[in-house]
C-alpha cells in the first residue's frame, strides 16, 4: 500500500503539494471514484487510478539502460554540464540516479533505476560485478601487457589491483574488470606505460550494450534484461 500522493508524485505529476492540488481541484479519481484525500492509501497492482480521466501507470522500479555520449556528466544535476538525466526525454521519474558513473570523455552502458538495493548490490566492493570495456590506445599493446593484468595490475599511487582479464590487439583492448576503483581502467594503462585515447563501457554483470543503440539513446530493460541483471 502507498498514499496517494506519493504515488502520483513517483508518477511523475509533480511535487506533493502540486500533487495535492490535482486532489483539491478533483482531477483524480480511484475506481472511478473522485479522490481529494492526499494520504489515502492504495495498493496500485488492484485499483486504478486516473488523472483527467487517464489512467495513471505506476511501476515501483524503473530500469533504463543508456548510451552514455562523450561530453555528458554522470550525475542527476550539475551547474556547468549537459547530465545523463537531461538524455531521459519524457521521462516522468524524478527518484531516478544513474548507478555508478562514467567519465565526462568514456561512453557506453549506464544503467538508470530508482532501485536503490539493486544499484548497491552492483557496485558493492565485494560482489564483484564484472564490467568490460572497449580501449581504444595511444600505442600498441602486446602479450605482456596481457599477462600484466591477469596478474594484477600496480597503480602509480601503489593501490594493488584484483587480476583483470584483457585481450589485445594493435591499440585496441578489451579490459574485463571485477572492480571498480576511480579513473581504474585508464590508471592501469597508465601504469604500463601506454594511454587510453576512447574508452567504452559494454558490459556490466548480465547486461549489455545493444548494437542498435546509438550515442545518447535510451530504453527500459526487457524483461530478459532485468533477469539478467538480477542474476535470476
Not at 6 to 20: I, Q
Not at 25 to 42: F, H, N, Q
Not at 108 to 126: D, K, Q, R
Request: hydrophobic share 40%; net charge negative.
Amino acid at each position: 500500500m502507498i498514499r496517494l500522493d506519493k504515488l502520483l508524485a513517483d508518477a511523475g505529476f509533480g511535487t506533493r503539494s502540486e500533487v495535492k492540488k490535482l486532489l483539491r481541484a478533483k482531477r483524480v479519481t480511484v475506481d472511478g471514484k473522485v479522490e481529494t484525500s492526499p494520504d489515502r492509501k492504495v495498493d496500485p497492482e488492484s485499483v486504478t487510478i486516473c488523472v483527467d480521466g487517464q489512467a495513471v501507470k505506476y511501476q515501483r522500479y524503473a530500469y533504463y539502460l543508456l548510451n552514455k555520449p562523450k561530453g555528458v556528466i554522470t550525475a542527476t544535476t550539475d551547474s556547468y554540464h549537459r547530465t545523463v538525466m537531461d538524455l531521459l526525454t519524457g521521462v516522468k521519474d524524478k527518484n531516478l540516479s544513474p548507478v555508478g558513473r562514467l567519465d565526462l570523455d568514456t561512453e557506453g552502458l549506464l544503467l538508470i533505476t530508482n532501485e536503490g538495493a539493486l544499484a548497491h548490490a552492483l557496485l558493492a566492493p565485494g560482489r564483484h560485478v564484472d564490467k568490460v570495456y572497449e580501449c581504444t590506445l595511444l600505442r600498441e599493446a602486446d602479450a605482456s601487457c596481457v599477462d600484466a593484468f591477469a596478474k594484477g595490475i600496480v597503480l602509480e599511487d601503489g593501490t594493488v589491483c584484483l587480476p583483470a582479464t584483457c585481450e589485445v590487439a594493435g591499440t585496441f583492448a578489451k579490459v574485463t574488470l571485477h572492480e571498480g576503483k576511480f579513473h581504474q581502467v585508464k590508471r592501469m594503462w597508465e601504469a604500463l606505460g601506454n594511454e587510453v585515447v576512447a574508452l567504452k563501457r559494454v558490459q556490466m554483470g548480465g547486461l549489455r550494450l545493444p548494437d542498435d543503440l546509438g550515442p545518447g539513446e535510451f530504453r527500459e530493460l526487457t524483461e530478459e534484461e532485468k533477469r539478467e541483471l538480477l542474476g535470476e
